[in-house]
């Protein structure tokens, strides 16, 4: 890595906004009308995965087609939940606005589907801030597989060396190594050491600032 950053790639739930109740009343929406069972501990187990990961975990393996079909209106469900609901997390937006005031390059790249992006982008104006949206689906692995955040520091038109991603997950913080990028982790109450393994961990946002980032290479 190098000894300057030029470039911030932002993670979206946990992140930006906390979407996690959305997803989960989704989720369970989903498994009653499709008459599936559904627990508050598979959806901790499998959050933060690609829907076409979670669906054979949750219910087996099944036709790509059915896969799909049910993540299209599991995706459905969250953005009628998330347009009415979605606020930004502490120290989000006044981080954002200083790096891009700075002169950053800044990505989302998040897992959860374009459509979702787009939705919370327009509720949150995130268009403001960010260069580029990169969709989880788009790439051939998600996390903790580094391609989303390859193909957004590509799109940026940056080293990943010279990038720093923004995550809340272990294997988001996976993912940005195995890319050979800095990492700050945003943990909340949690202490888990694979959220450690970050350059930095934080709480939340409101502790990280432009000089935190400055002096992080």
Not at 77 to 98: K, M, S
Not at 125 to 141: D, Q
Not at 144 to 161: M, N, Q, S, W
Request: net charge negative; proline share 5%.
């Amino acid at each position: 890595m190098t000894d300057k950053i030029r470039a911030v790639i932002w993670d979206l739930d946990g992140v930006i906004i906390d979407s996690a109740e959305e997803h989960k009343r989704s989720w369970y929406r989903l498994a009653e009308r499709e008459g599936l069972p559904f627990s508050d501990q598979q959806f901790h187990d499998t959050f933060g995965m690609r829907n076409d990961t979670i669906i054979p975990i949750l219910w087996g393996e099944m036709p790509v087609q059915r896969i799909q079909e049910l993540a299209d209106l599991k995706e459905t469900y969250f953005r009628e939940f998330v347009r009415d609901t979605a606020a930004p997390l502490p120290g989000a937006i006044e981080l954002l606005t200083a790096l891009r005031n700075a002169g950053y390059k800044q990505a989302l790249a998040s897992s959860t589907p374009i459509k979702n992006i787009e939705v919370i982008s327009e509720v949150l104006g995130l268009e403001k801030y960010l260069n580029a949206f990169i969709s989880g689906e788009t790439v051939p692995h998600g996390k903790p597989a580094p391609d989303v955040f390859l193909k957004a520091a590509a799109e940026l038109g940056v080293e990943p060396a010279e990038s720093l991603v923004i995550e809340d997950a272990v294997a988001g913080v996976q993912a940005a190594h195995r890319g050979g990028m800095y990492c700050i982790s945003v943990a909340g109450k949690r202490n888990l050491p694979g959220l450690k393994a970050a350059e930095l961990m934080v709480k939340d946002l409101t502790q990280v600032n432009l000089e935190t980032i400055r002096t992080l290479a």
